[in-house]
């Protein structure tokens, strides 16, 4: 069943240099209690994707300018892009019904409160608890996401912490409502890679214990791998390919997944150098006419140069965006 229909998104920015198409008609679905992972390098539209969901784009200079986001809860739809970003129904739903993890935890925790009080501000606030109630709140989610001495962290400043549990300690505000949709944008990047995996193994854990959903944003492939049910790959704002994690690795249709695959290091493969993607991303301002990824593909034809492919499923359940396949 589905948590979230993302149907023709198309969100923009409007600058003096002219207009970003960062978001240009994207289409994806989030099953209930199931990852999805949204792969891309930086620039694709990954994050702006995430923020259209939560109502935070900046107007102006960004808009929605099409396309729904269907949230399915208690048996009704409802479309989220209706919605007044600063509307009190949009307020109950952000941080309520569906919470973000942001990349940089002490650029979005404030750093003249407690970890408690951040993690209570949400609690009351939508929960209706009384501040005794709702700090037992925050020390049973510190607990739960694996800081130790939580009576004692609660009453302490983000600068008191280390940076693993800072992480963890945005997690534990994120789920202190038990969200249907969790949003990780990139959480885990800039961790060293043990923490990573114990952020990831926590995040796995909550996910099966609150009964939640996940949107995971990020540029590591490694880390979908091992988070994800289901894989969108993105390109200059639109999605490439689409398909579940193990499809996506194994048999991967476009050329920009495979050229996101042959440049991951690997044990088992017998090369001397990995095989970086050429050139670089496209100016933003300057988007080619047709096939975003042309200038780069080794595979680029003439049809490419002048005409958008659109998304095509070329296996069950796997749908690509590329003129090899028409």
Excluded at 7 to 12: D, E
Excluded at 101 to 112: D, G, R
Excluded at 234 to 243: K, P, T, W
Aim: hydrophobic residues 40%; aromatic residues 6%; contains cysteine.
């Amino acid at each position: 069943m589905p948590l979230i229909e993302v149907r023709g998104l198309k969100t923009y920015f409007y600058t003096e240099d002219g207009i970003v198409r960062a978001v240009d008609g994207v289409d994806y679905v989030i099953e209930q209690e199931k990852t999805l992972g949204v792969v891309g390098e930086s620039g694709c539209g990954k994050s702006v994707t995430a923020l259209s969901i939560m109502g935070l784009v900046q107007i102006p200079p960004g808009k929605i300018e099409d396309g729904e986001i269907l949230f399915h809860r208690d048996g009704q739809v409802m479309d989220l892009t209706k919605l007044n970003p600063k509307g009190r129904e949009m307020r109950a739903i952000r941080g309520n019904e569906i919470a973000m993890i942001f990349q940089e935890p002490m650029t979005s925790l404030n750093p003249v409160y407690t970890i408690g009080n951040q993690i209570m501000e949400a609690i009351i606030l939508h929960q209706k608890l009384n501040k005794k109630d709702s700090k037992n709140k925050a020390i049973e989610m510190l607990r739960a996401v694996g800081i130790p001495l939580p009576e004692q962290r609660v009453d302490e400043y983000p600068h008191q912490l280390s940076g693993g549990m800072r992480q963890r300690a945005m997690i534990a505000m994120a789920m202190s409502c038990n969200p249907s949709l969790l949003i990780a944008d990139e959480p885990t990047t800039a961790l060293d890679v043990t923490i990573q995996a114990q952020v990831l193994e926590l995040m796995n854990a909550l996910r099966a214990e609150f009964q939640a959903s996940i949107q995971f944003i990020t540029h590591d492939l490694g880390v979908i791998a091992g988070m994800a049910d289901d894989v969108v790959v993105m390109y200059l704002g639109r999605i490439v390919e689409a398909s579940n994690v193990r499809e996506v690795f194994h048999n991967g249709k476009h050329p920009y997944t495979q050229g996101l695959m042959n440049s991951i290091p690997s044990l088992a493969a017998e090369k001397e150098r990995l095989e970086p993607i050429k050139g670089v991303v496209p100016d933003p301002f300057d988007v080619p006419a047709g096939c975003g990824f042309e200038p780069r593909c080794p595979h680029a034809m003439e049809i490419c140069k002048t005409k958008m492919p659109d998304l095509k499923e070329v296996a069950p359940g796997h749908t690509t965006a590329c003129w090899l396949y028409e």
